[in-house]
């Protein structure tokens, strides 16, 4: 499986849509706690497919910065993805 295979199935497994995403982003760079991320986004109803969202999931989205902004990496190599960035 090339690289590039890898990180479009990893992209289609990660969590949020558009939207949950930037609220993530947005809420931590306010040094907003994972936990309180995962609490605004139940508040908001905001469901992971159909399930509260939990603080490790939060976090997951955040160890992925590089495919939200439309590159992926692997290993020490670093590349331009297919996918349109959500994040600049």
Known sequence: MTLEAVALLLLKRLDGPIDVVKKVFAWRSQRWTLHEI?????????????????????????????????????AKTETKGQQEAILR
């Open 38 to 74: 995962a609490e605004a986004l139940n508040k908001e109803s905001a469901t992971r497919r159909g399930m509260r969202w939990q603080p490790r999931q939060v976090s997951r989205i955040l160890e992925h910065r590089s495919l939200y902004r439309g590159r992926y990496a692997y």
